[in-house]
Protein backbone atom coordinates (compact mmCIF):
# COMPACT_ATOMS: atom_id res chain seq x y z
CA UNK A 1 0.00 0.00 0.00
CA UNK A 2 0.55 3.65 -0.14
CA UNK A 3 3.21 5.00 2.45
CA UNK A 4 4.87 8.20 3.51
CA UNK A 5 8.05 7.98 5.18
CA UNK A 6 8.82 10.93 7.92
CA UNK A 7 12.31 11.39 9.43
CA UNK A 8 13.77 11.89 11.48
CA UNK A 9 11.86 9.80 14.04
CA UNK A 10 13.63 12.07 17.55
CA UNK A 11 14.67 15.62 17.95
CA UNK A 12 16.38 17.09 20.74
CA UNK A 13 16.76 20.59 20.55
CA UNK A 14 17.68 23.61 22.40
CA UNK A 15 15.14 26.67 23.39
CA UNK A 16 15.98 28.45 20.46
CA UNK A 17 17.22 26.60 17.70
CA UNK A 18 15.21 25.15 14.85
CA UNK A 19 13.87 22.31 14.06
CA UNK A 20 13.00 20.68 10.41
CA UNK A 21 10.89 17.33 9.31
CA UNK A 22 10.71 15.68 6.35
CA UNK A 23 7.99 13.41 4.77
CA UNK A 24 8.42 11.47 1.27
CA UNK A 25 5.97 9.70 -0.60
CA UNK A 26 7.23 7.61 -3.49
CA UNK A 27 4.12 8.50 -5.77
CA UNK A 28 2.65 11.65 -6.19
CA UNK A 29 0.28 12.76 -3.45
CA UNK A 30 -2.72 14.97 -3.87
CA UNK A 31 -2.38 17.07 -0.96
CA UNK A 32 -0.52 16.59 2.23
CA UNK A 33 -1.49 17.79 6.03
CA UNK A 34 0.38 18.01 9.16
CA UNK A 35 -0.44 17.14 12.47
CA UNK A 36 0.25 18.04 16.04
CA UNK A 37 0.10 16.01 19.13
CA UNK A 38 0.67 17.06 22.52
CA UNK A 39 2.26 13.87 24.78
CA UNK A 40 -0.56 12.35 26.44
CA UNK A 41 -3.14 14.35 24.12
CA UNK A 42 -4.65 13.80 20.77
CA UNK A 43 -3.64 14.86 16.73
CA UNK A 44 -4.19 17.69 15.72
CA UNK A 45 -4.58 19.44 12.57
CA UNK A 46 -2.59 22.04 11.42
CA UNK A 47 -2.23 22.27 7.81
CA UNK A 48 -3.42 21.04 4.50
CA UNK A 49 -0.81 21.62 1.53
CA UNK A 50 -2.56 21.03 -2.00
CA UNK A 51 -0.36 22.82 -5.13
CA UNK A 52 2.82 22.00 -6.24
CA UNK A 53 5.53 24.13 -4.61
CA UNK A 54 3.28 25.33 -2.64
CA UNK A 55 4.23 27.11 1.01
CA UNK A 56 2.53 28.14 3.49
CA UNK A 57 3.76 29.96 7.00
CA UNK A 58 1.82 30.25 10.73
CA UNK A 59 3.55 32.51 13.10
CA UNK A 60 6.96 30.67 13.41
CA UNK A 61 5.72 27.37 11.46
CA UNK A 62 6.80 26.91 7.62
CA UNK A 63 5.13 23.83 5.62
CA UNK A 64 6.27 23.16 2.14
CA UNK A 65 5.24 21.01 -0.51
CA UNK A 66 7.61 19.50 -3.41
CA UNK A 67 7.16 20.42 -6.65
CA UNK A 68 6.52 17.00 -7.52
CA UNK A 69 4.44 16.63 -4.83
CA UNK A 70 6.24 13.70 -3.57
CA UNK A 71 7.84 15.62 -0.20
CA UNK A 72 7.10 17.73 2.43
CA UNK A 73 8.69 19.39 5.30
CA UNK A 74 7.87 21.41 8.13
CA UNK A 75 10.05 23.91 9.79
CA UNK A 76 10.21 25.69 13.05
CA UNK A 77 12.14 28.72 13.68
CA UNK A 78 13.42 29.08 17.29
CA UNK A 79 11.45 26.26 18.97
CA UNK A 80 9.82 27.36 22.74
CA UNK A 81 8.65 24.74 25.34
CA UNK A 82 5.19 24.52 24.11
CA UNK A 83 6.22 23.11 20.72
CA UNK A 84 7.31 19.97 22.43
CA UNK A 85 5.56 16.93 20.82
CA UNK A 86 4.99 14.93 17.86
CA UNK A 87 4.45 16.64 14.41
CA UNK A 88 2.86 14.04 11.97
CA UNK A 89 2.36 14.37 8.40
CA UNK A 90 -0.64 13.02 6.53
CA UNK A 91 -0.37 12.05 2.86
CA UNK A 92 -3.58 11.67 0.88
CA UNK A 93 -3.56 9.98 -3.30
CA UNK A 94 -6.59 10.60 -5.27
CA UNK A 95 -8.51 7.56 -6.68
CA UNK A 96 -8.38 4.22 -6.74
CA UNK A 97 -9.13 2.59 -3.28
CA UNK A 98 -7.01 5.10 -1.78
CA UNK A 99 -9.63 7.86 -2.48
CA UNK A 100 -10.55 10.11 0.48
CA UNK A 101 -7.99 8.33 3.47
CA UNK A 102 -5.24 9.62 4.78
CA UNK A 103 -2.08 8.00 5.78
CA UNK A 104 -0.05 8.51 8.55
CA UNK A 105 3.89 8.96 8.41
CA UNK A 106 5.48 7.61 11.86
CA UNK A 107 5.96 10.95 12.99
CA UNK A 108 9.09 13.04 14.96
CA UNK A 109 9.04 13.41 18.32
CA UNK A 110 10.13 16.81 19.37
CA UNK A 111 11.87 17.36 22.60
CA UNK A 112 12.71 21.20 23.55
CA UNK A 113 15.57 21.91 26.74
CA UNK A 114 15.10 25.19 27.98
CA UNK B 1 -13.57 19.83 23.48
CA UNK B 2 -12.69 19.17 20.40
CA UNK B 3 -16.00 18.49 18.82
CA UNK B 4 -15.19 14.50 18.61
CA UNK B 5 -16.50 13.04 21.72
CA UNK B 6 -15.35 9.63 22.61
CA UNK B 7 -16.26 7.56 25.73
CA UNK B 8 -14.80 6.02 27.73
CA UNK B 9 -11.30 7.72 28.03
CA UNK B 10 -9.96 5.00 29.47
CA UNK B 11 -10.79 0.78 29.66
CA UNK B 12 -9.31 -2.58 31.15
CA UNK B 13 -10.99 -5.51 29.99
CA UNK B 14 -9.86 -9.13 30.10
CA UNK B 15 -9.62 -11.24 26.74
CA UNK B 16 -13.27 -12.80 27.09
CA UNK B 17 -15.17 -9.57 27.56
CA UNK B 18 -16.97 -7.87 25.14
CA UNK B 19 -17.07 -3.64 25.13
CA UNK B 20 -18.02 -0.83 23.00
CA UNK B 21 -16.35 2.17 22.52
CA UNK B 22 -18.39 4.99 21.42
CA UNK B 23 -17.74 8.61 19.36
CA UNK B 24 -19.68 11.54 18.63
CA UNK B 25 -19.61 14.29 16.80
CA UNK B 26 -21.21 17.44 15.92
CA UNK B 27 -19.48 18.98 13.52
CA UNK B 28 -21.77 18.36 10.59
CA UNK B 29 -19.06 15.81 9.00
CA UNK B 30 -20.06 13.12 6.35
CA UNK B 31 -17.17 10.90 7.36
CA UNK B 32 -15.84 9.36 10.59
CA UNK B 33 -13.07 6.62 10.74
CA UNK B 34 -11.22 4.77 13.67
CA UNK B 35 -7.38 4.73 13.71
CA UNK B 36 -5.50 2.71 16.36
CA UNK B 37 -2.16 4.23 17.69
CA UNK B 38 0.24 1.96 19.56
CA UNK B 39 3.73 2.97 20.78
CA UNK B 40 6.34 2.98 18.45
CA UNK B 41 4.10 2.78 15.64
CA UNK B 42 2.63 5.03 12.93
CA UNK B 43 -1.47 6.27 12.92
CA UNK B 44 -3.22 3.08 11.38
CA UNK B 45 -6.33 3.34 9.66
CA UNK B 46 -8.50 0.51 10.80
CA UNK B 47 -12.23 1.41 9.20
CA UNK B 48 -13.69 4.68 7.31
CA UNK B 49 -17.14 5.37 7.23
CA UNK B 50 -18.65 7.30 4.59
CA UNK B 51 -22.34 8.74 5.12
CA UNK B 52 -22.86 6.16 7.52
CA UNK B 53 -21.40 3.55 4.60
CA UNK B 54 -18.48 1.71 5.47
CA UNK B 55 -16.17 2.13 2.40
CA UNK B 56 -12.96 1.14 4.25
CA UNK B 57 -11.90 -2.22 6.06
CA UNK B 58 -8.86 -2.08 6.31
CA UNK B 59 -7.47 -5.92 7.03
CA UNK B 60 -8.32 -5.24 10.61
CA UNK B 61 -9.45 -8.35 12.34
CA UNK B 62 -12.97 -9.51 13.44
CA UNK B 63 -13.02 -8.87 16.64
CA UNK B 64 -13.25 -5.43 15.95
CA UNK B 65 -16.60 -4.47 14.60
CA UNK B 66 -17.71 -1.07 13.56
CA UNK B 67 -20.71 0.04 13.58
CA UNK B 68 -22.31 3.74 12.42
CA UNK B 69 -25.91 4.58 12.94
CA UNK B 70 -26.01 7.58 11.75
CA UNK B 71 -23.65 10.61 10.38
CA UNK B 72 -23.02 12.21 14.03
CA UNK B 73 -22.05 8.34 15.43
CA UNK B 74 -19.26 5.67 15.29
CA UNK B 75 -19.12 2.77 17.31
CA UNK B 76 -16.30 0.11 17.76
CA UNK B 77 -17.61 -3.07 19.12
CA UNK B 78 -14.74 -5.60 20.60
CA UNK B 79 -14.71 -8.94 21.81
CA UNK B 80 -12.24 -11.70 22.35
CA UNK B 81 -9.41 -9.39 22.36
CA UNK B 82 -6.09 -10.35 22.83
CA UNK B 83 -2.83 -8.84 24.59
CA UNK B 84 -1.33 -7.16 21.96
CA UNK B 85 -4.69 -5.16 20.93
CA UNK B 86 -3.71 -2.61 23.93
CA UNK B 87 -3.52 0.79 22.22
CA UNK B 88 -5.02 4.23 22.17
CA UNK B 89 -7.76 4.38 19.75
CA UNK B 90 -9.06 7.46 17.80
CA UNK B 91 -11.99 8.46 16.32
CA UNK B 92 -11.65 11.55 13.64
CA UNK B 93 -14.10 12.81 11.74
CA UNK B 94 -13.93 14.76 8.20
CA UNK B 95 -15.57 16.65 5.75
CA UNK B 96 -15.69 13.80 2.57
CA UNK B 97 -14.37 11.45 1.75
CA UNK B 98 -13.33 13.14 -1.25
CA UNK B 99 -10.65 15.27 -2.98
CA UNK B 100 -8.87 17.04 -1.67
CA UNK B 101 -9.11 15.19 1.85
CA UNK B 102 -9.85 17.78 4.16
CA UNK B 103 -8.45 18.24 7.38
CA UNK B 104 -9.50 15.67 10.38
CA UNK B 105 -11.05 16.35 13.76
CA UNK B 106 -9.46 14.07 16.33
CA UNK B 107 -11.51 12.96 19.46
CA UNK B 108 -9.41 12.55 22.44
CA UNK B 109 -8.99 8.70 22.39
CA UNK B 110 -9.79 5.79 24.35
CA UNK B 111 -7.12 4.33 25.84
CA UNK B 112 -7.29 0.99 25.94
CA UNK B 113 -6.17 -2.23 27.85
CA UNK B 114 -6.22 -5.83 27.23
CA UNK B 115 -5.15 -8.24 30.16
Known amino acids: GQQVMQIPQYQHVQEGEDFTTYCNSS?????IQWYKQRPGGHPVFLIQ?????EVKKQKRLTFQFGEAKKNSSLHITATQTTDVGTYFC??????????????FGQGTILTVHP | ETGVTQTPRHLVMGMTNKKSLKCEQH?????MYWYKQSAKKPLELMFV???????ENNSVPSRFSPECPNSSHLFLHLHTLQPEDSALYLC??????????????FGSGTRLTVV
Open chain 2, 49 to 55: YSLEERV
Open chain 1, 90 to 103: AGAWAGGTSYGKLT
Open chain 2, 92 to 105: ASSQGPGHPVYGYT
Open chain 1, 49 to 53: LVKSG
Open chain 1, 27 to 31: TTLSN
Open chain 2, 27 to 31: LGHNA
